[in-house]
């Protein structure tokens, strides 16, 4: 039997089918879901494998000798596995599963920053960081009498790059540095950034929250350090997240949590450490998400990663077309490459007001600082209206989300 | 003393108008009307200690007490917020402390704002009647001590 590889053909229609709560009504409305940067909606698949967990092998893992213990095991097991492939680090023992991107970050600096980060040492972050991949470095520097260096970034919403690589020095233990800005779109040229840090001595942690749905990611190509993602922006549960970190890296830093799992042996004078990736597990992990979270990857890959991409795309050209014709509205953030999201200022309106009148028509958006207070101050406005999109989502909804617009401005001015 | 309608006489005077709109759509407009209509907050007033936490949007409140009455003003920069602050003045204003300490502000409810209050970071109608509250209790502490200063003053000329 001949097997011809097949390329998925991709149905938005057919696509939607498959979550659940887009067939929900919000105020009499059909739901229209535009705040997918905030957290995805999931996929029946997805929330068929919880129950389905819960129903057929609940049991602690690692330890237990019984069939139900293996099974979960093996399954929890086998999402490290996904993940791994998924964002194509070299083993297995390099992802650390955490309950989401803000205590990845937060491990790191924990761990890491209080082993390698002294007085007058340096950390570089930028001005576009989510408030996650800020205050756990203001916190360590606090700490250890280091400095916080900011990257400025410029009216279209991207890095200012001639003021990173001055900023760069012999002083410069860390860049932290998002992949994809959560209140603009831009996708940072990351790669890039980590050759100039590693050249001046530095290591680089990505936080790929925003970027892991939308774009490939490959951290031995990018070459970072450290990288940490939310499996709930990835269609899957909330809870958890991975921690990549090069295995060296790993290896030498002080463990975070003590508890069970992270342990070899215990006695009262002395504890020795279980090996990687176990040493940053402390504890029960949320097993029945993590497990899950490989349903999620699947489904992402089953859907096609560059399908999804191709569709959001579209949707972020016809929405930011759409929008532009809007009188009185300034798009923020105007990079050259961005994932599928709008932010917008709309003249003598606030976002809040937008943000309710259409949430009494179905359509939920995000307003407001978007965890990024110290970007909207660059920008001298309070907040924004931020439409995110998805694979599930549509041109019509867009259209919808337009008219919605005209309406509320009409009303509000 | 002036006639004033009672804090649940107010109450019921809303709920009655809002029962006449078949819509959220008009139930919006109405809101967004008391809003433009509500006097803007004179620029000295806009101070950092006025602000309202909580809330998505800037709030503004300041509180006069007067023959024993409390007087709210307050402003937004936020058309819709700035149209709740005007419906719960005009059911606050005018009336004692006490008053407006035990005032249920079933009307919220009523009219189907409860997504207001509701406990997520963008709403601010929770923390504007916590504050206005907050200025209502701090008033009445104040007209006990003035009392009970008097109280004192009196005992001290007798003793005299």
């Given amino acids: 039997m001949i097997t011809t590889a097949t390329i998925p053909v991709f149905d938005v229609y057919a696509l939607r089918k498959q979550f659940p709560v887009l067939e929900r009504e919000v105020k009499g409305k059909p739901l229209i879901y535009l705040d997918n940067a905030a957290t995805s909606q999931k996929p029946a698949v997805v929330i068929d494998a919880l129950v389905q967990y819960y ?31 998924f964002i194509h680090a070299a083993g297995r023992e390099e992802i650390i599963f ?7 970050i937060n491990l790191v600096a924990y761990t890491w920053g209080r082993a390698n980060v002294g007085k007058g040492d340096e950390i570089i972050i930028s001005a576009m960081e989510h408030h996650s991949n800020i205050v756990p470095w203001q916190i360590l520097c606090e700490e250890k009498g280091a400095q916080l260096k900011v990257i400025p970034v410029d009216d279209a919403g991207e890095l200012i790059m001639e003021a990173y690589e001055k900023l760069l020095s012999d002083k410069t233990r860390l860049v932290a540095i998002t992949h994809v800005s959560n209140a603009l779109g831009t996708v940072n040229p990351v790669k890039q950034m980590i050759r100039s840090a590693h050249k001046a001595g530095a290591l680089v942690l990505v936080d790929g929250a925003q970027s892991t749905v939308h774009l490939d990611i490959d951290v031995q190509d990018m070459d970072c350090d450290f990288f940490v993602c939310s499996a709930h922006k990835l269609y899957g549960p909330t809870g958890v997240g991975v921690l990549y970190g090069k295995k060296h890296v790993l290896e030498a830093m002080p463990v975070f949590q003590g508890g069970g799992e992270m342990i070899k042996e215990v006695t009262f004078e002395k504890t020795t450490y279980n090996e990687l990736p176990y040493k940053y597990e402390a504890g029960t992990p949320n097993i029945a998400d993590t497990i899950v979270f490989k349903t999620a990857l699947d489904f992402i890959e089953q859907t096609g990663k560059e399908q999804i991409r191709q569709h959001e795309h579209e949707l972020l050209q016809y929405a930011t077309a759409a929008l532009e014709t809007v009188p009185g509205l300034k798009i923020i953030g105007r990079a050259k490459e961005k994932t599928s999201l709008v932010s917008f200022v709309i003249d003598k309106v606030h976002p809040q007001d937008i943000g309710i009148l259409l949430d ?5 958006v995000r307003t407001g600082h978007h965890c990024a207070q110290p970007l909207m101050q660059r920008y001298g406005i309070p907040g924004t209206i931020r439409a995110s999109f998805a694979a599930y989502n549509t041109k019509e909804e ?7 617009l005209e309406k509320s401005i009409k009303l509000l001015v | 003393m002036k006639n004033v309608k009672t804090i649940q006489e107010t109450e019921a005077a809303i709920i009655d108008s809002f029962s006449l709109f078949d819509s959220w759509d008009d139930k919006y407009e109405y809101i967004i009307d008391l809003g433009k209509k509500l006097p803007a907050l004179d620029e000295k007033h806009k ?23 409390v007087y709210f003003s307050a402003d937004s920069d936020a058309v819709i917020v700035k149209g709740l602050i005007s419906m719960l003045i005009s059911v606050l204003s005018g009336h004692t402390p006490q008053e407006i300490i035990d005032a249920p502000l079933d009307f919220i409810r009523e009219i189907g704002m409860t997504t207001h209050l509701a406990q997520t970071r963008s709403n601010g109608l929770r923390a504007m009647v916590k504050q206005m509250k907050h200025y209502a209790l701090a008033f009445q502490a104040m007209r006990q001590h003035s009392i009970n200063d008097h109280g004192n003053r009196r005992t001290e000329t007798k003793s005299h």
């Avoid at chain 1, 955490?98 to 990845?104: D, I, K, L, N, V």
């Fill in chain 1, 55 to 85: 129903t057929g092998y609940n049991a602690n893992i690692h330890r237990g000798i019984h069939t139900l213990a293996e099974e979960a095991t093996a399954a929890f097991e086998a999402t490290r596995e996904t993940a791994k492939h």
């Fill in chain 1, 398 to 404: 867009i259209d919808e989300l337009l008219l919605g």
């Fill in chain 2, 47 to 69: 101070t950092e200690e006025n602000k309202v936490r909580g809330c998505q949007s800037t709030v503004w409140l300041t509180a006069d007490y007067k023959d024993g009455r």
């Fill in chain 1, 360 to 364: 009494n028509k179905g359509i939920a």
């Fill in chain 1, 98 to 104: 955490t309950r989401g991107t803000t205590e990845g």
